[in-house]
């Protein structure tokens, strides 16, 4: 497998009145096409931060970000919506969902923008959220779900228009442990299915026993990476 997405020396810096807090240092990183990488650390370590860069979301104060063939460190905000509604799907912790719109709107939302018609994104969207499970909730909004189904209604938003990275940003930070387990199997089943990049943020280790690598940040640094044998080996076969 290629190297998708390359980050080269990335530092950030926030000023907060004359002080200067350093929330990534000198973080070098490669992730390969279709790998899952866990960044896992606790509150301040960095990684929601480091999510934030590859994402396009913020911009690293020094340092590149290179995805595929794009320099997302050098791209205007313009291009870089445009990248990630054609590239990238997002899971958040507080589901960022519509309140006032249903399952099945939230889900095609995002479709709208990339100009698929009506027709088409009603059909997608309702074979994904019937994909995860919430075929008797296409209707309803979000208040009318528990947490677990609002997440399953974010997955499939994420997921709807089959991008080639995923980004999951304590996707389970919410969720009792039986419904972060079957999340977790919906969210990776998924990205191996339609052979994704999938990277999750995560201060929860048994969360890491999902990924290929574990990237552990403290400090802003990158601690130590450590790889799953047994997911390699699993994927290899």
């Known amino acids: 497998m290629n190297d998708l997405i390359i980050l080269k020396n990335l530092r950030k810096v926030y ?3 004359d002080e200067k807090i350093i929330a990534l240092d000198d973080v070098s990183l490669s992730i390969k ?3 899952f990488i866990c960044l896992l650390g606790t509150s301040g370590s960095g990684k929601s ?3 934030n860069m590859m994402a396009g979301l913020e911009k690293p104060t020094k340092g590149e970000i290179t995805i595929g063939k794009y320099k997302i460190h050098k791209m205007n905000e313009r291009d870089i919506t445009k990248f990630r509604q054609k590239y990238v799907g997002f899971v958040f912790q507080s589901y960022n969902l519509i309140p006032t719109l249903s399952a099945l709107e939230n889900v095609s939302l995002g479709l709208t923008f990339q100009g698929v018609p009506k027709s ?4 997608l969207a309702e074979k994904i959220l019937v994909d995860v499970g919430l075929e008797k909730r296409l209707h309803h909004k979000p208040s009318e779900m528990s947490g677990g189904q609002q997440q399953r209604v974010s997955i499939a938003r994420a997921f709807v228009g089959k991008p080639d990275i995923v980004f999951a940003d304590e996707p389970t930070g919410n969720l009792d442990t039986k419904t972060t387990l079957e999340i977790m199997d919906l969210i990776t089943g998924m990205a191996y299915d339609l052979k994704q990049t999938l990277i999750i943020v995560t201060h929860d280790v048994e969360i890491s026993d999902y990924a290929h690598r574990v990237v552990s940040l403290r400090d802003g640094h990158i601690e130590k990476i450590i790889e799953n044998e047994n997911i390699i080996k699993g994927a290899a076969n």
């Open 15 to 17: 000023k907060m009145g």
């Open 33 to 35: 096409k279709e790998e």
């Open 49 to 51: 931060t480091l999510l």
């Open 120 to 123: 088409e994104r009603e059909k």
